[in-house]
Nanobody
């Protein structure tokens, strides 16, 4: 199972970006997925999460500005980021919990990260 995150870039404050995370490989069932971010000198933090059924939640710091969603048919998760602020600058990572039906085991997988830079 591999995760590929994309969509980051440089944007001015108040702008928007859409991040995409595609899961590929030998997929049996993807459970919860999430977006995390890590700014220099900071710990990685949860930004938003979405269950397989589509139940979503976002961190208080981005509530009202970020929206997380997923398309199970495409094994893809999105993060729509609006009204971006300089403090949103970070590397954004996606995570997926995958359940392997053949073994009955579940495990977390991470994408490689995509840089988001918001200029003031």
């Amino acid at each position: 199972v591999q995760l590929q995150a994309s969509g980051g870039g440089l944007v001015q404050a108040g702008g928007s970006l859409r991040l995409t995370c595609v899961v590929s490989g030998s997929i049996f069932s993807i459970n919860a997925m999430g977006w995390y971010r890590q700014a220099p000198g900071n710990q990685r933090e949860l930004v938003a999460g979405v269950t397989r059924s589509g139940s979503a939640n976002v961190a208080d710091s981005v509530k009202g500005r970020f929206t997380v969603s997923r398309d199970n048919a495409k094994n893809t998760m999105y993060l729509d980021m609006n009204d971006l602020k300089p403090e949103d600058t970070a590397v954004y990572y996606c995570r997926a919990n995958h359940w392997d039906g053949s073994s009955g085991q579940s495990a977390d997988y991470w994408g490689q990260g995509t840089q988001v830079t918001v200029s003031s």
